[in-house]
């Protein structure tokens, strides 16, 4: 499974010039093999419209489908799971809702987050951020490399490192021994989102954890 896990953005891809349904299908293309559809400011209607939509090219591609906070958009359309963070549904109800079979991916924004959470049975971390980034707003200090190192090796589960992941920080991320990278704008906002999703998903390839 790909290393990189695209959350998107539509207001980045709009800003770089390009639809949605346009930057999913380049990173599929390229090889990423999860898509979080992340939609903040959408209108219940038009969420399911839209996660129909990209539903269609993750199953073209073989890809997961999560749905970012929403577990009645990710029930209704019966995507492959959903990501709650901390201020969202509790993970133990999330689960409960979606069921066993589904994906349930949990942020955790610092240790003492990550210890209460990590026997419980997560699909993966979403950790973060790591470093700053200025794509989500309502954040938190970042977590450093030293702070994904300590969860990584103690861990019983996939980690996927999220904020502020760009190309020339990727290697020192993948040595700590993490599942992969969720990025963001290194995506939704390059020109060429193909060419940005090979380059990073060509990084996390060949690299030798610590
Ligand atoms: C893979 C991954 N990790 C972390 C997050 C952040 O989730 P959350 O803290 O709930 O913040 P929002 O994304 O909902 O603003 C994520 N979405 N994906
Ligand atoms: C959704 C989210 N959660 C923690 S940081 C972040 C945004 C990451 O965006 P970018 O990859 O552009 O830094
Ligand atoms: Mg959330």
Known sequence: MSAIYL????SLC???GHTLEFVVEAALQAGVRWIQLREKEETTRNFVRKAQQIQQLTQAYGAKLIIN???????AIDADGVHVGQSDMPYALARRL???DKIVGLSVTNL???EEAEAWDVDYFGAGPIFHTDTKRDITPPMGLEG???MRQHS?????????IHEHNLDALMQTGIAGVAVVSAICSATDPATAARRLLHLTQHVQSS
């Open 14 to 16: 709009d800003q770089a």
């Open 7 to 10: 959350v998107t953005d539509a």
């Open 69 to 75: 906070d929403r577990i009645d958009v990710a029930l």
């Open 148 to 150: 994904l190192r300590h």
């Open 156 to 164: 019983q589960h996939p980690i996927f490192a999220i904020g502020g």
């Open 112 to 114: 003492a987050e990550w």
């Open 98 to 100: 979606v069921g066993p």
